[in-house]
């Protein structure tokens, strides 16, 4: 049995959470108090429904909780989708610029032609428009047109590093193709009826002067390890640390790991089965390092042993001889990367299956807040009920005190 202290406290509490809860009691009926009082089994009724309405209220108050979890949930969902539409919007605006740009190789290819006596031109010519059985199809191809980047700026500055003699170089994978290209009489001098000469003066366009040729089974590959689960297959180099084990300020990469390749050229080139990047670039760019600025590139310099480039013209050689003064305004230079649209397609379609994702989420969500609203109420009217029977309680032990009658003076 209560005591009265606990009864006016407990039934307080009632009165509180249905005022919490929003539910309004029904004022008490004074016939029903009194004939409950009179019957004398008031008090552990009271006791029976405090009891099961506090059950009510913490079984209210934990519906209330979780539905207001979930639609927390479907605010910040419903916030995700709107993010990835304009994500979305913003990577289709991008991809229609990219797909209405020229044709970067083919620029690359024109510019190399504007060089119309170099070995590298005719090669060009050659390759894409000869005999398929003719022996210049045993050439892979020239430096300039075997790696593509993402940044035209960055294009330019690898190009100005290697020099135009380096851009223009031919490219074979063994060295019976470098023999097929040149052959000599028996004073040592060129014959110009065989080989590329035979090739170039055939079609009315004689080389002149020296050219370069890289013989991919003549140069020392990368023999490291690869950047795991990588498609391009970069290298898995060590990047420069400072004493507290962080990089450099402006660190970006390394260079021979920004060059993007065609599948054909990345593996199984030569009988060891190396493919460009550990071979031709590796050899062209070592552990050439790329930085943001000029300036963060010579507060690395204790740590540029390959030397180093930056975005904004900087150049350091693998000697450390810094250069200096306007740059030389390279014309054939790598393609921008056709991959960079291959990436945005895809982050697209990774955005979008978020996005569907994220509007299956919010289904679920929604309909679960449904099904939990509806249990409130049911409990909701479950309350109001025991408030309602509960209710006469309170009068019956807080009685008011009828006021004595005032005697009137005759």
Known sequence: MFSPNQ???????????????????????????????????????????????????????SLGNNIKHHEENIRQLKTCISSLDDQIADMQVTLAKKNHSPDAPQATLEQIMQHQKSAASIVCQLKYNADPNSSINDL?????????????????ILSEYLGLDTMLALVCVTYNDVEALETYDKEGFVSKSSGLHGLSASIGRPIDGRFNVICLENLRPYVGEFIPDDPQ????????????????????????????????HLISLTSDGHGLRETLFYNLFSG???YSTRAHMLQA????????????????????????????????????????????????????WRKETSVEEVQREEAIVQHVKYIFEVKKQEFVRLMAQSSPYVVM????????RRSTPR
């Open 7 to 61: 009864q006016q406290q407990q039934m307080a509490a009632v009165h509180a959470a249905a005022n919490l809860l929003n539910v309004q009691v029904p004022p008490p009926s004074p016939m029903n108090y009194v004939a409950q009082n009179r019957d004398g089994f008031a008090l552990s009724q009271a006791e029976s429904l405090v009891h099961s309405s506090k059950k009510l209220e913490d079984e209210l108050l």
């Open 140 to 156: 892979l191809g020239v430096v300039a047109t075997l790696g593509k980047l993402n940044d035209d700026n960055l294009s330019r």
């Open 233 to 264: 297959k970069r290298l898995a180099l060590l990047k420069p640390k400072l004493p507290n084990g962080e990089s450099p300020q402006g660190f970006l990469g390394f260079a021979v790991n920004m060059i993007q390749l065609d599948s054909a």
């Open 288 to 290: 050439l390092q790329v």
């Open 301 to 352: 310099l204790p740590f540029l042993s390959h030397g180093a480039i930056s975005l904004d013209g900087g150049l350091v050689r693998s000697n450390g001889v810094i250069v200096f003064g306007t740059r030389d305004e390279m014309k054939v230079r790598f393609a921008r990367s056709s991959f960079a649209g291959d990436d945005i397609e895809n982050k697209m379609k990774e955005l979008k």
């Open 397 to 404: 032990q807080y009685p008011v005190q009828a006021a004595p």
